[in-house]
């Protein structure tokens, strides 16, 4: 990004003090939502979601596997970012790869409960087949298209939707006689289950940028923030996961003024993402 004069950087600073911003929003208001479903025919869900001029799309690939050993009764749910070198030039060789990384793992945490699942926004043990022997593996892969800040909140927002747009086959399992019996499984070509995603959390990134708080941060109001905070909130309200970035240490007080102000936000975000999801969907059927 182009560096900011001094004199932009105090209309940046001053705007949000007023509660004005640069785009004429609010602190706590998030730029217009756009919402596409079914953008990747191949994949069993898929959605593209734009935020101002952040935009990111998410593809869901169900594949059949095993559970893991220590986690007999649950399925697999994989995130994997990709950065594209078109959507910032600072996105090239090194520096794509490492935020890649970076927002995979804060996927992971905040809608998986991190390596443990506890917590896990997503219900693994809806992807079970047969304990112990035979489960879905979901591989979600998003992909950056073009960035203006707040990636983490679209790229969670790309997850839910695509994900409500997920059909997993339906499966007839055979389990066989004895216990050590391999399954036989039979997928169907014709019948889907869709996928639940009312429990799915979205994602709220607060960042404090000199003593106020403010949500969706473009790219020029992140180069100025000292801290950001991201709590994955579903819809009773319920914390399912939280990542920070940038400064030291924080106060407990004010991590809880952040997630309490994530909280608030998240119920207005859910409310018109839910109602962008009915309209793209509609479209998609028309």
Same mark, same amino acid.
């Given at each position: 990004?182009?560096?900011?004069?001094?004199?932009?950087?105090?209309?940046?600073?001053?705007?949000?003090?007023?509660?004005?911003?640069?785009?004429?929003?609010?602190?706590?208001?998030?730029?217009?939502?756009?919402?596409?479903?079914?953008?990747?025919?191949?994949?069993?869900?898929?959605?593209?979601?734009?935020?101002?001029?952040?935009?990111?799309?998410?593809?869901?690939?169900?594949?059949?596997?095993?559970?893991?050993?220590?986690?007999?009764?649950?399925?697999?749910? +994989?995130?994997?970012?990709?950065?594209?070198?078109?959507?910032?030039?600072?996105?090239?060789?090194?520096?794509?790869?490492?935020?890649?990384?970076?927002? +995979?793992?804060?996927?992971?945490?905040? *809608?998986?409960?991190?390596?443990?699942?506890?917590?896990?926004?997503?219900?693994?043990?809806?992807?079970?087949?047969?304990?112990?022997?035979?489960?879905?593996?979901?591989?979600?892969?998003?992909?950056?298209?073009?960035?203006?800040?707040?990636?983490?909140?679209?790229?969670?927002?790309?997850?839910?939707?695509?994900?409500?747009? $997920?059909?997993?086959?339906?499966?007839?399992?055979?389990?066989? $006689?004895?216990?050590?019996?391999?399954?036989?499984?039979?997928?169907?070509?014709?019948?889907?289950?869709?996928?639940?995603?009312?429990?799915?959390?979205?994602?709220?990134?607060?960042?404090?940028?000199?003593?106020?708080?403010?949500?969706?941060?473009?790219?020029?109001?992140? +180069?100025?923030?000292? $801290?950001?905070?991201?709590?994955?909130?579903?819809?009773?309200?319920?914390?399912?996961?939280?990542?920070?970035?940038?400064?030291?240490? *924080?106060?407990?007080?004010?991590?809880?003024?952040?997630?309490?102000?994530?909280?608030?936000?998240?119920?207005?975000?859910?409310?018109?993402?839910?109602?962008?999801?009915?309209?793209?969907?509609?479209?998609?059927?028309?």
């Amino acid at each position: 990004m182009v560096g900011l004069s001094s004199g932009e950087k105090h209309f940046i600073r001053g705007g949000i003090a007023q509660d004005l911003r640069s785009d004429g929003r609010q602190r706590l208001n998030y730029r217009p939502v756009s919402v596409e479903v079914g953008v990747i025919p191949q994949a069993n869900g898929s959605a593209r979601v734009r935020l101002g001029a952040t935009d990111v799309i998410a593809s869901i690939k169900a594949e059949l596997g095993r559970p893991d050993p220590l986690r007999p009764d649950k399925g697999k749910v +994989s995130i994997f970012v990709d950065c594209s070198p078109t959507a910032e030039p600072k996105f090239e060789g090194r520096g794509g790869e490492d935020l890649s990384t970076e927002l +995979s793992v804060a996927l992971q945490r905040c *809608l998986l409960g991190g390596k443990s699942g506890a917590g896990a926004g997503i219900d693994l043990s809806s992807l079970m087949i047969a304990e112990g022997k035979i489960c879905w593996d979901l591989y979600i892969d998003a992909l950056v298209v073009s960035s203006d800040g707040n990636l983490l909140d679209a790229l969670a927002a790309a997850i839910k939707v695509g994900l409500s747009n $997920t059909g997993i086959p339906k499966v007839t399992v055979d389990l066989g $006689t004895a216990p050590d019996d391999q399954p036989e499984v039979d997928v169907s070509d014709e019948e889907f289950l869709q996928f639940d995603t009312s429990g799915v959390p979205l994602i709220v990134t607060v960042t404090k940028v000199g003593r106020h708080y403010i949500v969706d941060a473009t790219s020029e109001e992140e +180069s100025q923030m000292s $801290t950001a905070v991201s709590v994955s909130v579903n819809k009773r309200g319920h914390i399912c996961g939280m990542t920070k970035r940038g400064g030291a240490g *924080l106060d407990s007080s004010v991590i809880l003024d952040m997630i309490s102000v994530a909280k608030h936000v998240s119920e207005h975000l859910l409310s018109v993402l839910d109602s962008e999801i009915a309209v793209a969907e509609a479209a998609a059927m028309s």
